[in-house]
């Protein structure tokens, strides 16, 4: 079965960047793009960008540009979102989500000084 | 970008009553679109896609219509595993943008 396993939660000061992974399995690795979708506490889901598996292109939202990096290696099945000049708005849990039907569980992002 | 508009953004409502969400898009988006139910620390789980079909394992009380601009989640006998927040989702450009979502929540 289809399984997107996450990397834990982290804490990030101001300024700094964090790299949250996404392990797939139970797929093809190559068949299906990858999707970044974060949520603020207490808010609602907001897409970033999506990644395809097969060369690596990616399409960001616009909010992200010049912040997000998405990567994948497919040597691990995984799956990268990296974001950078982290704020205390970027407190949020992030996931990812081939398609519509399967997500991870998500990882818990905090901004803090 | 395509904007997605839920109403209401609250719903107070028994057990066995019948439900309807709403959500709009900004511009047509044929069938694309997702229902999803979220509980609190938990991902998302699709209920329905395509508009109007069912996602395997979800309970045939859940019910989803429309196309183009205008669509509906319909919950035909509200039990009490339903109080959450629904999400609608729209899949149309490569480029997904939610609703701001509908909280279900208990009379």
């Known amino acids: 079965q289809v399984q997107l396993v996450q990397s834990g939660a982290e804490v990030k000061k101001p300024g700094a960047s964090v790299k949250v992974s996404c392990k797939a399995s139970?797929?093809?690795?190559?068949?299906?793009?990858m999707n970044w979708v974060r949520q603020a506490p207490g808010q609602g889901l907001e897409w970033m960008g999506i990644i395809n598996p097969n060369g690596g292109s990616t399409s960001y939202a616009q909010k992200f540009q010049g912040r997000v990096t998405m990567t994948r290696d497919t040597s691990t099945s995984t799956f990268y979102m990296e974001l950078s000049s982290l704020r205390s708005e970027d407190t949020a849990v992030y996931y990812c989500?081939?398609?519509?039907?399967?997500w991870g569980q998500g990882t818990q992002v905090t901004v803090s000084s | 970008d395509i904007q997605m508009t839920q109403s209401p953004s609250t719903l107070s409502a028994s057990v066995g009553d019948r439900v309807t969400l709403t959500c709009r898009a900004s511009q047509s988006i044929s069938v694309w679109l997702a229902w999803y139910q979220q509980k609190p620390g938990k991902a998302p789980k699709l209920l329905i896609y395509k508009a109007s079909s069912l996602e395997r394992g979800v309970p045939s009380r859940f019910s989803g219509s429309g196309s183009g601009t205008e669509f509906t989640l319909t919950i035909s006998s509200l039990q009490p595993d339903d109080f959450a927040t629904y999400y609608c989702q729209q899949y149309n450009s490569g480029v997904w943008t939610f609703g701001q979502g509908t909280k279900v929540e208990i009379k």
């Open positions: 989500a081939r398609d519509t039907s399967y």
């Open positions: 139970g797929y093809t690795f190559t068949s299906s793009h």
